[in-house]
């Protein structure tokens, strides 16, 4: 059974860091490329990093980048998200997921998925 749990989200102010952690469990994880998503209230989810199977290569959306960093530890079988100079617009629910082999941000093409962890910036 495969299971991604995120953990690590809270209330932050504008500005502020948080660092988003995914452990994963029943899969072999280095063959899966994972992805950091985010939904917000009324919103499509939609991509914010991924990073490949060995961690050689990241993807980011522009509206992260320069700002969040997407990490791995293929034997911890972790992927962490570091998120620097938060703002509001960054509230959402942030979700881990993984896709075998490929290199795929879209978020219907991912092969699972994690609950969720609320992320909330105030300004």
């Known amino acids: 059974q495969v299971q991604l749990v995120e953990s690590g989200g809270g209330l932050v102010e504008a500005g502020d860091s948080l660092r988003l952690s995914c452990a994963a469990s029943?899969?072999?994880?280095?063959?899966?490329?994972m992805s950091w998503f985010r939904q917000a209230p009324g919103k499509e989810r939609e991509f914010v990093a991924l990073?490949?199977?060995?961690?050689?290569?990241?993807v980011y959306a522009d509206s992260v980048k320069g700002r969040f960093t997407i990490s791995r530890d293929n034997a911890k079988n972790t992927v962490s998200l570091q998120m620097n100079s938060l703002k509001p617009e960054d509230t959402a629910v942030y979700y881990c997921?993984?896709?075998?082999?490929?290199?795929?941000?879209?978020?219907?093409?991912?092969?699972?998925w994690g609950q969720g962890t609320q992320v909330t910036v105030s300004s």
């Open positions: 029943g899969l072999t994880f280095h063959w899966y490329t």
């Open positions: 990073i490949t199977r060995s961690g050689g290569s990241t």
């Open positions: 997921a993984s896709k075998m082999m490929a290199v795929d941000h879209d978020p219907r093409s991912q092969d699972y």
